[in-house]
């Protein structure tokens, strides 16, 4: 951070700002221009955000020169990061297609939904033990009976699985079942949370807020990678806007931007983005076409008999599109199915 005192701010202004950087810690230097001091400060950018330098008498300005995202940032980590998902990839040159029930009911239902998703190209399993709802009637999940059911389909299929954990308490249950640890939308400004599956040695799914920026996103990233784990996929599921034609709004530009801004792999959830089965597909290839280096499907058996989120649930002749467009779409940007 920078800051740039006004044309002929007097010394003892200078003073003044210098010594409230070093009682809050960090580390301050002058440098005296023909028409302008600069101060340049070294430490906790958020910190020094926090000492209102700009109401100082004499300060013209303050900018910050750069990310209070260390750990994740593309400045500080220019290659992009590859995560391995129990030996499934998802980064750069690739693409990988994550699908299954958006909650585990039954085991019968797990199964058959599992087998739709692989038949259809997926190598990740997602489903829902533990699921988080606005509404307290809703159904909330099966709990550790839903992991032991994903637990069996992994043995059954294959496939590793990735769920979501609602509780710091519950991740290290969580993580005896799961292969890769989600944080949903509802708790990506759970800190307790992000510091405990930080600390679990999983790799993570961090879901975007419904109205969280960019930095508040890559922030929450932080607080993760800060416990020393650094396998961390970004995932877009769309974010809370004016519109309510769709469950939310697709920020389409927030794969190239998250790209440009961190190191970590970014996926889209296009089913719980648009909320309506007849825009996963088209929201995929649009994923495809930016650059994301996986999908989140949902994958329902009977999607009018689901416990949570039937609408958009793909089955039949719409799956068989997800499969065709994850098949074709990718070498077209240069990448290939993971398989």
Known sequence: MVVVMRTGAAPEEIDAVVARVEAAGGSAFVSRGVQRTIVGLVGDVVQFQALNLATMPGVGDVVRVSKPYKLVSRENHPEATTVSV?????????????????????????LAAALMAKEAGATLLRGGAYKPRTSPYAFQGLGEKGLRILAEVREETGLPIVTEVVDAHDVSLVAEYADMLQVGTRNMQNFALLQ???????????????????????????????RGNLDIVLCERGIRTFETSTRNTLDIAAVPMMHALSHLPVIIDPSHSGGRRDLVVPLTRAAIGVGADAVIVDVHPDPSAALCDGPQALFGAELDQLAAACRDLPPVVGRTLVR
């Open 196 to 226: 405990a599956v930080g600390a679990a040695g999983k790799p993570v799914m961090l879901k975007r807020g419904m109205t969280a920026t960019y930095e508040e996103w890559l922030m929450a990233a932080e607080y993760i990678a800060q």
């Open 86 to 110: 129990a030996g499934v990839p998802i980064g750069p040159d690739t693409f990988t297609l994550i699908a299954g029930p958006c909650a585990v009911e039954t085991p019968e239902q797990t």
